[in-house]
C-alpha cells in the first residue's frame, strides 16, 4: 500500500508538526502530544478536554479551537492516548472552573481517562466526565463493552463547547453534553476497510462485491456482511437501524459522515437519500452537516447520527465555531 508517509514511527509526531504550522492558534506539543487552544486557558470558562487514538481527523484536535474542544490529546493510531498527556491538557485549560473530560467508550480510553482524571483532581482541578455511546450497531465490540462512541462525539464536542463558551457553570456543561449522547445514534457502513501505518495492509478483508455494515471508527468489522447496495439501499438500511432505537419527536440534528476516503460527490448523493427516507419516516431535519469529520484512516464508507433536537440544543449548534475541522458564524 502507497501511503504519504515518511516512517510509520513518526506518522503522528509527523502530522502534529503539520498541524502546528498550519494553525498558529493552536498551541501544539509534540514531544508530549497536546493540543491546547492558545488563549486557554480562557477566563471563567469550563475548560472541556477530549482525545484518543490518531487516525480518526479531525477529530478530536481539528475541533479544538473556539465554541468547541480546548485541548485534545492523540495518541498513537488507534490507540489511546495515557493518562499524563490528559492531565497535562486539564491542567493546560483549567481556569478554576473545572474541566469536561469527553470520552470515546472504548475500553483503552475510559481507563486512561478515569486515571486522568484522578491525576488532575489531585492537583486540585475539578473533573467530570462523559461518556459518548451512540452506535447501535453493535454492543461489546473487539474494542469496548457496551457501545461505541462514534458520530455523536462531534455533537458532543460541538454542543457542549458553546455552552462552555457562553459560559456555563461545569455541572450544567456537563448536562448538556449527557443531553446530547442520549439523544444520538448512530450507524455506519464501509466500502472498504483501511490501512494502518505500522500493518501497511488492510485491518480486514472485505471482498471487492462485499460491504460492512456496522462498522466502528478502528477498522473492526461490523455486526453483517452483503453484497455490494445501492445508495438509496445503505440509507434505508443505516436509517432504519437508528429509528429502530431513536424515535424522535423533534427535528433532528443530522451527520452524513465520510470514513475518510469517500468523495463529497458521493457523501452528498448519499444525504439525499438519506433525507428522503427521513422524511418517507416522518422524521423532520432541523440542520444537516455532510463531510469527513470522524474518520478512520482511508477506509471508504460512511455513517449517520441523528441527535433528536430542542431549542437549547439548536441555539447551541449555531454558536459560532472556530476550529481547523469546523468553522462558522466568526
Given at each position: 500500500?502507497?501511503?504519504?508517509?515518511?516512517?510509520?514511527?513518526?506518522?503522528?509526531?509527523?502530522?502534529?508538526?503539520?498541524?502546528?504550522?498550519?494553525?498558529?492558534?493552536?498551541?501544539?506539543?509534540?514531544?508530549?502530544?497536546?493540543?491546547?487552544?492558545?488563549?486557554?486557558?480562557?477566563?471563567?470558562?469550563?475548560?472541556?478536554?477530549?482525545?484518543?487514538?490518531?487516525?480518526?481527523?479531525?477529530?478530536?484536535?481539528?475541533?479544538v479551537?473556539?465554541?468547541?474542544?480546548d485541548?485534545?490529546?492523540?495518541?498513537?493510531?488507534?490507540?489511546?492516548?495515557?493518562?499524563?498527556?490528559?492531565?497535562?491538557?486539564?491542567?493546560?485549560?483549567?481556569?478554576?472552573?473545572?474541566?469536561?473530560?469527553?470520552?470515546?467508550?472504548y475500553?483503552?480510553?475510559?481507563?486512561?481517562f478515569?486515571?486522568?482524571?484522578?491525576?488532575?483532581?489531585?492537583?486540585?482541578?475539578?473533573?467530570?466526565?462523559?461518556?459518548?455511546?451512540?452506535?447501535?450497531?453493535?454492543?461489546?465490540?473487539?474494542?469496548?463493552?457496551?457501545?461505541?462512541?462514534?458520530?455523536?462525539?462531534?455533537?458532543?464536542?460541538?454542543?457542549?463547547?458553546?455552552?462552555?463558551?457562553?459560559?456555563?457553570?461545569?455541572?450544567r456543561?456537563?448536562?448538556?453534553?449527557?443531553?446530547?449522547?442520549?439523544?444520538?445514534?448512530?450507524?455506519?457502513?464501509?466500502?472498504?476497510?483501511?490501512?494502518?501505518?505500522?500493518?501497511?495492509?488492510?485491518?480486514?478483508?472485505?471482498?471487492?462485491?462485499?460491504?460492512?455494515?456496522?462498522?466502528?471508527?478502528?477498522?473492526?468489522?461490523?455486526?453483517?456482511?452483503?453484497?455490494m447496495?445501492?445508495?438509496?439501499?445503505?440509507?434505508?438500511?443505516?436509517?432504519?437501524?437508528?429509528?429502530?432505537?431513536?424515535?424522535?419527536?423533534?427535528?433532528?440534528?443530522?451527520?452524513?459522515?465520510?470514513?475518510?476516503?469517500?468523495?463529497?460527490?458521493?457523501?452528498?448523493?448519499?444525504?439525499?437519500?438519506?433525507?428522503?427516507?427521513?422524511?418517507?419516516?416522518?422524521?423532520?431535519?432541523?440542520?444537516?452537516?455532510?463531510?469527513?469529520?470522524?474518520t478512520?484512516?482511508?477506509?471508504?464508507?460512511?455513517?449517520?447520527?441523528?441527535?433528536q433536537?430542542?431549542?437549547?440544543?439548536?441555539?447551541?449548534?449555531?454558536?459560532?465555531?472556530?476550529?481547523?475541522?469546523l468553522?462558522?458564524?466568526?
Amino acid at each position: 500500500m502507497k501511503m504519504l508517509i515518511n516512517v510509520p514511527e513518526t506518522v503522528v509526531a509527523d502530522g502534529l508538526r503539520g498541524l502546528a504550522a498550519a494553525h498558529p492558534e493552536l498551541t501544539v506539543d509534540v514531544e508530549n502530544r497536546v493540543i491546547v487552544r492558545r488563549d486557554a486557558p480562557v477566563a471563567d470558562k469550563v475548560g472541556l478536554v477530549s482525545g484518543g487514538g490518531s487516525g480518526h481527523e479531525p477529530l478530536h484536535g481539528g475541533f479544538v479551537g473556539h465554541g468547541m474542544l480546548d485541548a485534545a490529546c492523540p495518541g498513537e493510531v488507534f490507540t489511546s492516548p495515557v493518562p499524563d498527556q490528559m492531565a497535562r491538557a486539564a491542567a493546560a485549560v483549567d481556569s478554576g472552573k473545572g474541566v469536561l473530560f469527553i470520552v470515546k467508550n472504548y475500553t483503552g480510553d475510559v481507563l486512561n481517562f478515569n486515571m486522568a482524571a484522578e491525576l488532575a483532581e489531585d492537583e486540585g482541578i475539578q473533573v467530570a466526565s462523559v461518556l459518548v455511546n451512540d452506535d447501535v450497531a453493535v454492543t461489546d465490540s473487539l474494542y469496548t463493552a457496551g457501545r461505541r462512541g462514534v458520530g455523536a462525539t462531534l455533537f458532543v464536542e460541538k454542543i457542549a463547547g458553546a455552552a462552555a463558551e457562553e459560559g456555563a457553570p461545569l455541572e450544567r456543561v456537563e448536562a448538556i453534553a449527557r443531553k446530547v449522547n442520549e439523544s444520538s445514534r448512530s450507524f455506519g457502513v464501509a466500502l472498504s476497510a483501511c490501512t494502518t501505518p505500522a500493518k501497511g495492509g488492510p485491518t480486514f478483508d472485505l471482498p471487492p462485491g462485499e460491504l460492512e455494515l456496522g462498522i466502528g471508527i478502528h477498522g473492526e468489522p461490523g455486526r453483517e456482511r452483503r453484497a455490494m447496495m445501492t445508495s438509496r439501499e445503505i440509507a434505508d438500511f443505516a436509517v432504519d437501524a437508528i429509528l429502530e432505537d431513536l424515535r424522535p419527536d423533534s427535528p433532528v440534528l443530522a451527520l452524513v459522515n465520510g470514513m475518510g476516503a469517500t468523495p463529497l460527490l458521493e457523501l452528498y448523493g448519499f444525504n439525499a437519500e438519506v433525507q428522503r427516507v427521513l422524511g418517507e419516516r416522518g422524521v423532520s431535519v432541523a440542520r444537516t452537516l455532510v463531510g469527513n469529520y470522524v474518520t478512520s484512516l482511508d477506509m471508504a464508507g460512511c455513517s449517520v447520527t441523528l441527535c433528536q433536537s430542542d431549542e437549547e440544543l439548536l441555539r447551541l449548534w449555531d454558536a459560532p465555531v472556530a476550529t481547523a475541522g469546523l468553522r462558522w458564524g466568526r
